[in-house]
């Protein structure tokens, strides 16, 4: 009887005191900070690492984002890590880490319903960015949803034409890239929701955002 007392104590214990192997093992990745990586109006809505880690954060933390994280940073981010791909790779963040000030960001909800952009003051105007591609970006689930241009440009577009957007431009990685659409030139840089791409002669129309991104 003894015996089983302390059996049941020492499961009561272990299931009350948090396993330290599991808080060592949470997903992270670290870096230094490329650019910021904006929405369509031109928020910031996550960080693009030295190495092509698309860092995933919610746009209305994007003002805190910015004031605590500036490009050339290194950083320590905490969230659900996706699969790498040929493409590259995404993480949702919980946390991000600013190491040289050790400020930390963590995602929570907004404490009231965001604004439509238009309520909000963000426009956008019709923009075409023209440039090489230097990266593709990607989501959470591993779709490629846009690129960097070697000017530092984004182009943004749907994940359901990403492949098509791949297919077209990774086989010739130096091509010069037109990309025509709406978008948003601002201090954090230049973003285009994208209604055409054009490469090698070739233009493909592509279901643009303008009203539609959120």
Wanted: no cysteine; charged share 15%; glycine share 10%.
């Amino acid at each position: 009887m003894h015996k089983l007392m302390i059996l049941a104590a020492a499961m009561l214990f272990s299931m009350a005191t948090p396993h330290p192997a599991r808080a060592e093992t949470a997903p992270s990745v670290a870096g230094v900070v490329q650019q910021y990586l904006l929405s369509p109006h031109g928020e910031v809505e996550g960080l693009l690492l030295a190495d092509g880690t698309v860092v995933k954060f919610p746009k209305h933390l994007g003002v805190a984002l910015a004031s605590s994280v500036r490009p050339t940073d290194q950083v320590t981010v905490v969230g659900f890590l996706d699969t790498a791909t040929p493409q590259g790779r995404a993480v949702k963040a919980l946390t991000i880490t600013n190491t040289r000030t050790g400020q930390t960001l963590i995602d929570q909800p907004p404490a009231t319903p965001p604004l439509p952009p238009d309520l909000r003051g963000l426009t956008r105007t019709p923009l075409t960015v023209i440039g090489t591609v230097a990266r593709f970006l990607v989501n959470p689930q591993g779709d490629v949803d846009g690129l960097i241009l070697s000017g530092s440009e984004q182009v943004r577009f749907r994940p359901r034409q990403g492949a098509l957007a791949f297919m077209m431009l990774s086989q010739q990685p130096r091509i010069s890239v037109t990309a025509s659409g709406y978008g948003t030139r601002n201090a954090f840089g230049t973003v285009v929701d994208e209604e055409t791409l054009t490469a090698a002669g070739q233009t493909v129309q592509l279901a643009g955002g303008r009203g539609k991104r959120k």
